[in-house]
């Protein structure tokens, strides 16, 4: 428990348990609980979207009113609950001409074309939203280019009750910058004079996350190796002379995992529940996943598993170069994602051809969970990765993860060493097929030749812990910078 509570705004565009594409809503669902048991007083805000059933809310009496510059003032709804599993108030801004559509972000015809507007809008709702409540956040907490101009729009549009209010930025991924046309500007209300390189313009266009990294008083990202990455060339999207110029304000943390979630002792989605030290019940979880893939079931193959967006990110590419000389070895692989047309198109004709190989294109919380159960091997060959859950969660149903050494992928995982009896995956450097291929060997020699030391590796890998309350220690120390830069 820190010595000072404060009153913490987290905006975040989703939330697990609610609207979730990725990672940044199992931390915009997490941190918030992991900081409220620390004692601070914590609100979070995210758009009310169409499948989020307003019968499960309650209204709150008056409409918000939000400035949307030229184009006059809109009038958003609001809505509450508890967020799952805690007493903390989630609010939801309502407003269906943005918000009640299929997709969060994009649908089958591409990315929705008013996503600035959107998103600006949800920035200011979620500031005005303070004022209608009378909660006068001690730390505005922002998260990737959706909710990036809250730091500068706190201290100009909204000046009277933020003038004390820190603002940290959370860089989930660097990939997604909210890059739009510049006479958002104008929507946006911040003052034309800062469209200039050194904040909102890039390529004499707005972008979001470039102006938010100008103005946050810290901006984190979420592992250490992220942090240093993208201030490189290969990583930074761009913008790496524009982090570097911002290092001095940046800190990487690694994300926690909910065990509560996660965790094959309490899974409910999950053939049979496990722990290390009762393993048996994970051989029940493969055979429950061989057969629900349709594959032969049999606990003597090592069963390679994959859950992710078929993204360039994720190394599709790669899986796709090495795929039928994996399925060559004595082994099977299941996969579930969706994403990009053409893997989906790939995997789904291999999954034809190969009877080791299954498939689910497709979202799927129950199936993620019994892949991370039932697999013995977990698959995240990423081209970078700014921190990464799902080898965290791995480690934890003891399914070791093969991994690139990059981001939170490089934070979290060690490699295997016989000798020494440590390490808790596989882990390779270079983003090429032979370096994948022969990492998946070795992974899978590993599980047939040195079956004792891959189980002790198992054992030792469900024992981490990787906590939330950690990084909302973290998190903490970050908040005290900040409003160390802003009241000085
Ligand atoms: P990212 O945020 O880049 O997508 P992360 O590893 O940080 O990657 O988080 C991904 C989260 O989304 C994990 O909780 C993972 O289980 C989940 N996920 C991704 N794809 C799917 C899917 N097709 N079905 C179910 N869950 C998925």
Redesign the pocket.
């Known amino acids: 428990m820190s010595d000072k509570k404060l009153n913490i705004l987290f905006a975040a565009s989703e939330v697990a348990g609610f609207a979730k594409t990725?990672?940044?809503a199992?931390v915009a669902a997490a941190l918030p609980k992991a900081l409220k048991a620390r004692g601070h007083n914590v609100i979070v805000v995210m758009p009310r979207y169409y499948k989020i059933d307003p019968a499960k809310l309650t209204k709150l009496p008056a409409p918000l009113g939000v400035p949307m510059g030229i184009m006059g003032e809109f009038w958003a709804g609001v809505y509450t609950t508890k967020l799952p599993g805690s007493d903390l108030d989630i609010y939801f801004i309502d407003y269906e001409e943005y918000f009640g559509r299929s997709g969060l972000y994009e649908d089958e015809r591409g990315a929705y074309s008013d996503n600035d507007n959107r998103f600006i809008f949800f920035s200011k709702a979620a500031l005005q939203l303070c004022n209608y409540l009378h909660f006068t956040p001690d730390i505005i907490h922002a998260n990737d280019w959706h909710t990036a101009a809250m730091p500068l729009l706190a201290q100009t549009r909204f000046v009277h009750d933020f003038r004390y209010a820190a603002s940290v930025l959370t860089i989930h991924?660097l990939q997604h910058q909210g890059n739009f046309y510049k006479g958002v500007m104008d929507v946006l209300e911040v003052g034309w004079e800062h469209f200039n390189s050194h904040e909102f313009e890039s390529h004499d266009r707005v972008n979001l996350l470039k102006g938010g990294i100008s103005h946050a008083d810290a901006i984190t990202t979420v592992s250490h190796k992220y942090a240093d990455e993208i201030q490189t060339h290969e990583f930074g999207f761009g913008l790496e002379n524009h982090i570097q110029a911002h290092a001095y304000r940046l800190y990487g943390i690694l994300n926690g995992v909910d065990y509560d979630e996660w965790s094959p002792a309490k899974d409910e989605l999950i053939a049979k529940k496990y722990d290390f030290d009762s393993l048996e019940g994970k051989l029940e979880c493969k055979r429950a996943l061989q057969k629900h893939f349709g594959l032969e079931v049999r606990d003597d193959v090592a069963l390679i598993g994959f859950?992710?967006?078929f993204a360039e990110?994720k190394g599709i590419g790669l899986i796709a170069g090495v795929i039928r000389g994996i399925l060559d070895l004595n082994v099977q692989v299941v996969m579930?994602?969706?994403g990009e047309k053409w893997a989906e198109n790939l995997f789904g004709a291999l999954s034809h051809e190969r009877k080791n190989f299954a498939l689910h294109v497709?979202?799927?919380?129950a199936?993620?969970h019994q892949i991370e159960a039932g697999s013995d091997m977990f698959l995240m060959p990423s081209l970078f990765e700014p921190?990464?859950?799902?080898q965290i969660y791995s480690l934890r149903y003891g399914t070791l993860p093969i991994v690139r050494a990059t981001g939170g992928l490089d934070d979290t995982i060690e490699n295997f060493d016989k000798e020494n009896n440590s390490g808790n995956g596989f882990k390779f450097y270079d983003a090429t097929l032979e370096a994948l291929y022969y990492t998946v060997r070795w992974a899978i020699e590993s599980y047939y030749d040195e079956k004792e030391s891959f189980i002790a590796m198992q054992k030792r890998a469900m024992q981490q812990h990787f906590s939330w309350d950690d990084a909302a220690s973290g998190y903490e120390a970050v908040y005290a910078k900040a409003l160390e830069r802003r009241r000085g």
């Open positions: 990725g990672g940044l199992d991924n859950v992710g967006r990110q579930l994602g969706t497709g979202y799927s919380d199936l993620a921190c990464g859950l799902n």
